[in-house]
């Protein structure tokens, strides 16, 4: 959360917490951070549209959070810990209070209730200090919910990020239920997209400089045709770390 020295603390605590789970609280997945079960490990290929993304095998994002206004759908989030989600400062702007909010966990087709999906109440709302709605610098934020979500394999945090950032070029993911493309339809079911990073001189070139503060990174394709859209907002952008197999986040759309 930069330069806050309570959002550094909160870290601080969110890790620690990650890592000390009491074992009542656990199940069967452990409570593991950032660890699929019994997934098929299909490479993304880009065919129906995140946009140019495709459907996401079932259980394969057990960290994606759906963040509802008065029960619809505004953004996406995601678990780093059982009462903690990350996502984008700019889905508050202008909105009501924590109580018009409804973090939905272990949901994966909007169209029905699955089986591992609950719905929690919002307790707070800690939006980075110095977010700036005009630039976008800073926009993260932190939704702390009412009680701890019931982890499972279908329910369990992301591995927060390490010390060393990916190299350019490293593949990551990305996920939700936002547009299949611009002012189209959301999806009913999570998509998701493989894009790889970009260096930061790329994404310069490609945006210009005033659109990219020092607090933000790019990945995608030159090309176009394959990246998140809109209601996609605030979901995980992830890599599997290559010794631990494990998916780390890195970035929030």
Request: hydrophobic share 40%; net charge negative; proline share 7%.
């Amino acid at each position: 959360m930069g330069e806050s020295c309570s959002a550094r603390v909160l870290q601080c605590s969110l890790l620690n917490t990650m890592q000390n789970l009491e074992p009542t609280t656990q199940t069967t997945a452990q409570a593991v951070c950032g660890q699929r079960f019994a997934v098929s490990q299909n490479l993304t290929q880009p065919r129906s549209r995140i946009m140019g993304g495709s459907p996401a095998p079932l259980g394969s994002w057990p960290w994606l959070v759906n963040l509802r206004l008065d029960g619809a759908l505004m953004c996406g989030g995601v678990l780093v810990d059982s009462s903690w989600v990350l996502t984008a400062a700019h889905c508050f702007a202008g909105s009501r209070g924590e109580s018009y909010w409804t973090a939905v966990v272990g949901e994966f087709d909007l169209t029905k209730t699955d089986p591992d999906e609950q719905i929690m109440k919002v307790n707070r709302i800690i939006a980075h200090p110095k977010f700036n709605p005009k630039t976008f610098n800073n926009d993260i934020a932190l939704v702390e919910l009412s009680s701890p979500v019931i982890l499972s394999e279908r329910v369990t945090p992301v591995c927060l990020p390490s010390d060393l950032d990916p190299p350019a070029g490293t593949p990551c993911l990305v996920a939700g239920w936002g547009s299949l493309y611009e002012d189209g339809p959301s999806a009913d079911v999570v998509m998701e997209a493989k894009v790889p990073l970009l260096t930061q001189s790329t994404c310069h070139s490609a945006l210009g400089k005033e659109l990219l503060t020092n607090t933000m990174f790019c990945a995608g394709y030159l090309s176009g045709g394959i990246d998140s859209c809109q209601g996609d907002s605030g979901g995980p952008l992830i890599f599997q770390d290559s010794l631990s197999g494990r998916f780390q986040l890195f970035g929030i759309t």
